[in-house]
């Protein structure tokens, strides 16, 4: 590794930002301001401390249009190297292939670093490292010492929370408050739940003599780089193996600093190996004969692809691939708990989210109201600066992502559906798509059928349970679905004939280590987190 | 006055009913013109047991173990018939007490399989098991035991099959397609293929509303299957013909969560 080199953007100013949570209602400061702005200061809860800003709003005419004003995290605690080689054997090693790319931050289309391209040699080198670290010591330490590496790393985690916060902001375009509030908790509550199964797997898994596979080779997506280093890698070192981890081509930044919480936590050299690059890398290793087992979490298209690679080897496969989940929200529900829920379940990390809640299914008979404070609630959402505390709505990842969104968006204006977008101001730089609604949407067009993974929603209705059912099942995907409504002996009977790996019912995108996800169908096999995600780590006598 | 006896034709089994094959044919198999199934009959029982599908899950397991004990006492019936056809009599009782050891699992096996999950927030989270859908299963070796070692796991979790025979030895399925007929086994929820494998595994591994394949008795080199089954992302499945375990059932099962908020 080279000097590590600060990059800082310029400072945009203190901010007073009133906080928010994407899965809560606007406060009623922001709103009551909006519309009589005179009278809202008066309300403020801190009446006391009336900062001088705040005297000359109330003096003001009310405001036609509400702004906040910017309140970015500060980038200082980052620091990003201007290259990185490729982690194996405990050290960052120069890739044989001799090749780098750049990887962006996507809001401002601006270079962070030069990530290793690694080349079939480099993979191999990387699987060498795991097995020799799997034969040599690893699979013999004991299970409790296995579990206090991973506490450990738990540990650092969540003390280094920050600054992988703002660094997963950076490379990845989510927003602050939902790497900060979200990514990173989750991350470290995998390690620690997982750090407790390690010395415990007899009792998971009864009569069943559980053994480690080997060395498993990981390709994880962009959309959550450092959680799903964590879904991956927490329950397959508690089972004993080693792991060869390849981080998304764009997102690799979080998991090369996820390399020093290894060297911090003392894991011995090997265990742990990431090998960055593009779908080369990935496909190089899939195809190396000494991995036993792979877990893959992406697209169904190379999902697929890999099954197919694999077919007559043996090895072990898990796959987490796409998902069009329906929200379907019934004429009973609490309509507008119903509304955040779709809001979080399709605008929550830019809807770059495979069990995203990209088809709602409304009853009819709420239609009406259900689409007009949904578009209401869409025009206060905050579309910018990823590191802005503020920002609900942050980046799209990529511009390849971006541009697969506006392609799917232009599909879906010409086969007729309706769209909606709030008024929105989009930064002049970097990869950005508004919040959009697709109202009149049929089953068949391709905004129904494909996944988007962008903050696209397709409005779709249906009067009865059964129709609902069908229609919510009507894809080849089963990843995730809501259900919204008080009535409890029907959300039960939903549940039982939804076909997916997930249901949340009156909630929608919630994520804990103890709670299996997975899908069904294409959506793929295998289930992360919960005893049932150390499963695909483990062999069984019987 | 000696009397002639009334020849059996060996049918195919699908969707409750015994026909021959819609392609006429037939092949000979252990002395006997066995039917041939055809591509159009393979996709034809995928359909039966698809449209049977949903009822066999939603019953309770009770009684789904209840008819799986069932088809014991019919199997206990024809005994000797059936131990005519396989390699003997202690394969008939390894195979009879096959299902009734899987009868007795049906409401067990989310007690075993499934958790309920300590999440931190304020929800209920529980994770349940349920079938896949529609399994296809290449019925290993020996004809009767090794088809009920394999077949037994997957009706038990709710899910309906379509078993490709022995393609040497077919009677024992055929024998045992009667039996199912007349047990209390919906019509659809098993259904079973004689005929040539290099012909009906192709297209039962392609098939995209077969959710999972059992290749367990699928001979040698099984690539080609297994390329064709990630065309829909299937569950393959090689398990033994020889053990029984909740687990071969857990290979057909795929676990939901589901998350509801506590308040008041």
Known sequence: MREPTTVSRPSLGGGWGVGRTLASAPKSTGSARATDGAGAAAREPRGAVVTDLERKRAAAPAPSEWTYAPAPESREIVSIAERYGLYVGGEFVEPRSGEHYATLDPSQEEPLAEIAQAGTEDVARAVDAARGAFDDGWSQVSPAERAKYLFRIARILQERSREFAVLESLNGGKPIRESRDVDLPLSAAHFFYYAGWADKLEYAFPNRRPRPIGVAGQIIPWNFPLLMLAWKIAPALAAGNTVVLKPAETTPLTALLFCDVVRQAELPAGVVNIVTGDGRTGADLVKHPGVDKIAFTGSTEVGKAIQRELAGTGKRLTLELGGKAANIIFDDAALDQAVEGIVNGIYFNQGHVCCAGSRLLVQESIYEPVVAKLKRRLSTLRVGDPLDKNTDVGAINSRQQLEKIQELVAAGEEEGAEIYQPPCRLPEKGYWFVPTVFTNVAQSYRIAQEEIFGPVLSVLTFRTPDEAVEKANNTPYGLSAGVWTEKGSRILWMAQRLRAGVVWANTYNRFDPASPFGGYKESGFGREGGRHGLEPYLEFER | ?264
């Open chain 2, 1 to 264: 006055m000696s009397r002639l006896p009334v020849r059996k034709t060996y049918k195919l089994f699908v969707g409750g009913a015994f026909p021959r094959s819609e392609s006429g044919r037939t092949y000979e198999a252990e002395g006997q013109n066995v039917a041939r199934a055809s591509r159009k009959d393979a996709r034809d029982a995928v359909r039966a047991a698809r449209a049977a599908q949903p009822k066999w899950a939603a019953m309770t397991a009770y009684n789904r173990g209840q008819v799986l004990y069932r088809i014991a006492e019919m199997m206990e019936a024809r005994h000797a018939e059936l131990a005519d056809l396989c390699t003997g009599a202690a394969e008939v009782e390894t195979a009879i007490d096959r299902f009734v050891w899987y009868a007795g699992w049906s409401d067990k096996l989310a007690q075993v399989l499934g958790s309920s999950n300590p999440v931190a927030g304020p929800y209920f989270d529980f994770t349940v098991p349920e079938p896949t859908g529609v399994v296809a299963i290449l019925a290993p070796e020996p004809p009767l035991a090794g088809l009920v070692t394999r077949l037994a796991p997957v009706l038990v979790g709710g899910n309906c099959a379509v078993v490709v025979a022995s393609e040497a030895h077919p009677l024992a399925a055929v024998e045992l397609a009667e039996v199912l007929a007349t047990s209390d086994v919906p019509g659809g929820v098993v259904n079973v293929l004689t005929g040539l494998r290099a012909e009906l595994a192709p297209v039962l591994a392609a098939h995209m509303d077969v959710n999972a394949i059992d290749l367990s008795g699928a001979d040698g080199d099984s690539a080609e299957l297994e390329r064709a089954a990630a065309g829909n992302v299937k569950r393959i499945v090689r398990g033994r013909a020889d053990v029984q375990s909740p687990y071969e059932a857990a290979s057909f099962l795929e676990l939901k969560t589901v998350w509801h908020p506590i308040g008041t």
